[in-house]
């Protein structure tokens, strides 16, 4: 039975099994007919080596866990990749938000985007979308307030980020060690 919804938005702490559950429902779709497809929109750069290793440690993981899907890599222009990629007989996966979120208010090059308007516009692609869309984002605000300006902001607009995005979509599921638990949609 094919679980998927027309928008889901699941999010987490790190590794609390966000990637996994997209990636599942992904080959749920996949298997349902032979005219499926499935697109990862990654959103991490590799900044450095550690992220180098740990984004081809993903990809190798993914595509024996989910082979077929395709991989497109933008970190920026997210919610023009969602309308570039979405139709009916696609799944999207978008990975990560908070690493999309990341890319425009801190970015390695030192020239940070207003989050506001591409936030806004990928809101307005995700309930336009043809076809159905994951999204993966971190739940970042559990913990105890950050003691720096700027991690406090970033705390702040992920926050903001993650309701507009959880508003947008018809489905929200939190992952915790691996187990979701449905917060908004109907239960399967």
Do not use: Y
Not at 142 to 156: N, Y
């Amino acid at each position: 039975m094919v679980d998927v919804a027309r928008s889901e938005f699941i999010l987490g702490g790190q590794k609390s099994g966000k990637s996994r559950r997209a990636e599942m429902l992904a080959r749920q779709w996949l298997g349902a007919r032979a005219t499926h497809r499935a697109v990862l929109i990654a959103t991490g750069q590799a900044w450095d080596e550690e992220m180098r290793e740990r984004i081809a440690r993903h990809q190798r993981d993914r595509a024996v866990r989910v082979p077929g899907m395709a991989t497109v890599e933008e970190p920026l222009a997210l919610a023009e990749a969602l309308r570039q990629h979405s139709a009916p007989h696609t799944l999207v996966v978008v990975d990560c938000l908070t690493l999309w979120l990341t890319n425009l208010l801190m970015p390695m090059d030192g020239v940070s985007v207003e989050a506001a308007e591409p936030a806004r516009a990928l809101c307005g692609a995700i309930e336009q979308a043809a076809g159905p869309v994951v999204l993966v984002g971190n739940e970042i605000g559990l913990g105890v307030i950050p003691m720096g300006r700027e991690v406090r902001a970033f705390v702040d607009a992920l926050g903001g980020l993650n309701q507009a995005v959880a508003a947008a979509c018809e489905r929200v599921t939190l992952m915790a060690a691996g187990l979701p638990l449905r917060l908004k949609g109907h239960h399967a």
